[in-house]
């Protein structure tokens, strides 16, 4: 099959790849509660609380020092979490995962700590485990515009089109400020399923969102021509 797709080049927002762990989205942003010796989590809080402010200004050496020190003491969601974000800065991608993947075993269903770890596998180019994490939190929050964006996404890099489509729909809301790149998406994907007519729709509507974006026109053209081939090979 003739591939009629346009080229839209996108850069991926990481947001929450580097959010500290004072910056935990939705119910999760409140004091974590420790367990343990009094002194001891009084000196962990404190280790942790230096780290996050060590790495909002990005001294990333003196959050990882900061972080395997209140680690030592305690293993807590907040130390490997700080710990991987200082090792991501540190250009250790590795470590960084492995630091996350700790955190993962301590509170498995983290929406912030979900959030980042498929933005990461996906940067490693791992979509199948990036896409994983993206349905975990889909589980958590059905209807969340982002989790099913960022799916939509990853299963258009992956070439299943049908899926990326069902994704990308429930992007389609007024409440998602990349309103206007999700339409555009969805005129792509609708291009590859040869659906034309759909496929002008949505880059119409990415236009009539962002008047500014010359991807969608460029689209709108594209699913033009796409119609025109696709009935002279008729």
Do not use: W
Not at 14 to 25: D, N, W
Not at 50 to 65: E, F, I, P, R
Not at 144 to 159: F, H, L, T
């Amino acid at each position: 099959m003739r591939s009629f797709s346009i080229t839209i080049f996108l850069v991926i927002a990481t947001f929450a790849y580097s959010c500290t762990t004072s910056e935990i989205r939705h119910s999760d942003a409140k004091r974590p509660e420790y367990q343990g010796d009094p002194a001891q989590v009084a000196k962990v809080r404190s280790l942790i609380e230096q780290g996050n402010l060590a790495l909002v200004k990005h001294d990333a050496k003196t959050a990882k020092s900061k972080a395997d020190a209140a680690n030592s003491i305690m293993a807590t969601f907040d130390g490997y979490y700080l710990l991987g974000m200082a090792q991501r800065d540190l250009q250790n991608p590795d470590e960084a995962l492995q630091a996350l993947l700790h955190a993962e075993q301590i509170q498995p269903e983290n929406e912030q700590l979900l959030l980042t770890l498929g933005l990461l596998y996906g940067s490693r180019d791992e979509l199948d485990t990036s896409l994983n994490y993206f349905n975990r939190l889909i589980k958590l929050r059905p209807d969340d515009p982002v989790y099913n964006y960022r799916a939509g996404i990853i299963s258009k890099e992956q070439k299943n089109y049908d899926q990326a489509f069902n994704y990308l729909k429930k992007a389609d809301v007024d409440s998602f400020e990349d309103r206007d790149q999700a339409l555009l998406q969805l005129g792509d994907v609708c291009l590859e399923l040869r659906h034309f007519d759909e496929a002008d729709t949505y880059f119409q509507r990415a236009r009539a969102a962002n008047p500014k974006m010359k991807d969608a026109l460029q689209g709108s053209d594209a699913s033009q021509t796409a119609r025109y081939l696709d009935q002279g090979n008729e």
